[in-house]
């Protein structure tokens, strides 16, 4: 069932599952979920790892074929373990911008917006996506869909209830399964079972229904390529990817392969390329800072973002061409001349697009120009990489009406 965390009134119908009180523990984790399409995972060959406190398809073929299968088909993705907040009240909009350094009060409705959830000290906390939405349940009524890490998602929820005003609800919709589906034919695929999305352009998002089911659409992802992600009850999560999967396009697609696909894309993955202890600055996440925030300075450590921006960060996170055939992998130290360590990689793995080993660092300001050599020790064995920039395959987002990625 959803969570609601009610500051103010709610009306019992829009079923949104009881409320729990302003003290409850809502930072502890559950143990070990399954996803609503568990048995549809396992009975199509997935093999289940543990992540982010759920049982999750790793891969089905094969990393390699399953991401290379997306970047010139459709693959279906399962991210239900994502976390689903919906937030209502009055001010919601300007709340909720308290604690992000994008432009919330200015996003109009349908339009999507990546942000970061900040620390006092601008840290970051989690990054996520911020939709706003128009419903007429009650006449015209604003609310903020938010998608967040599902590592983190009961700490989100907590810390959002600990500095949000009194009349602002957040609901966490565990009742919603969320499947995204991604690659360059997503487009006609889904707009076979849902006539209509082709309107959307990416970072936009619209209702739409199917077989009675309500569907929440973004036309956005985590894999570079064009995609759309939804949100549907549970109890229609199987048979909708079931007629996804039967269009000749799609295929289910892994962890692995995501994991892979992201990579290639420059994307950052939370805990791992970003965290508590990096800032917006250092991961070279600039554009999530909004000209009018910046200006203002109104977000949560302006001071030693803004110093950043303006001086320069210790270390930044750069992409990195690793030579040879065999991948580095998270935790490879960055050494200088004197092999002294000056920054680690974050992520790394062979990248199925290039043919090449590919990796994300953090390393000091005067070594992140692009063609900067870098040598990398794992293990004991040196590994020579480049600096280079970011998508290390380009993005296919498609930003116009009936455009092309």
Do not use: C
């Not at 707009?191 to 077989?211: D, I, K, Q």
């Amino acid at each position: 069932m959803s969570e609601a965390v009610h500051r103010g009134p709610t009306d019992d119908t829009q079923a949104r599952g009881q409320p729990y009180s302003h003290d409850a523990d809502v930072g502890e984790e559950p143990p070990i979920q399954r996803l609503p399409l568990d048995a549809w995972h396992r009975a199509r060959g997935g093999r289940m790892v543990p992540f982010a406190g759920y049982e999750m398809p790793v891969q089905y073929e094969g990393v390699m074929a399953e991401h290379l299968w997306t970047r010139e088909s459709a693959g279906l993705f399962d991210v239900s373990h994502m976390g689903q907040l919906v937030l209502t009240g009055e001010g919601v909009d300007t709340a909720l911008e308290t604690l992000l350094p994008g432009d919330i009060t200015g996003l109009a409705p349908g339009r999507m917006r990546y942000s970061l959830l900040l620390g006092e000290g601008g840290g970051i906390l989690d990054d996520l996506m911020v939709t706003h939405r128009v419903t007429d349940r009650f006449g015209p009524t604003s609310e903020y869909y938010v998608v967040v890490n599902g590592a983190t998602k009961y700490d989100d929820v907590a810390y959002l209830l600990e500095r949000l005003p009194d009349g602002v609800t957040i609901n966490l919709q565990d009742e919603q399964a969320l499947i995204a589906v991604q690659g360059p034919k997503a487009v006609d695929a889904l707009s076979r079972v849902v006539p209509g999305v082709e309107n959307l352009v990416f970072m936009t998002a619209g209702a739409f229904a199917w077989n009675g089911a309500p569907l929440w659409i973004g036309r956005s992802g985590y894999t570079g390529e064009d995609g759309f992600e939804i949100s549907l009850p549970q109890g229609y999560a199987a048979v909708f990817a079931d007629a996804l999967a039967a269009e000749p396009e799609v295929k289910p697609i892994g962890l692995g392969a995501r994991d892979s696909l992201r990579l290639e894309a420059g994307l950052p993955l939370y805990g791992h390329d970003i965290d508590e202890d990096t800032t917006l600055v250092m991961a070279d996440l600039g554009f999530a800072l909004a000209k009018r925030r910046r200006e203002a300075g109104d977000f949560p450590g302006a001071a030693r973002v803004l110093a950043e921006r303006e001086q320069g960060p210790i270390a930044k996170r750069v992409g990195l061409l690793v030579e040879g055939r065999q991948p580095v992998r998270e935790g490879a130290v960055v050494v200088d001349a004197d092999e002294s360590e000056v920054g680690r990689v974050t992520s790394g793995g062979f990248a199925p697009s290039l043919g090449q080993p590919i990796a994300m660092a953090y390393v000091p300001l005067a070594l992140a120009a692009p063609g900067t050599a870098i040598r990398l020790v794992q293990r004991g064995k040196v590994h020579r990489a480049t600096v280079t920039p970011m998508p290390f395959v380009p993005h296919r987002y498609v930003r116009s009406p009936g455009g092309k990625a």
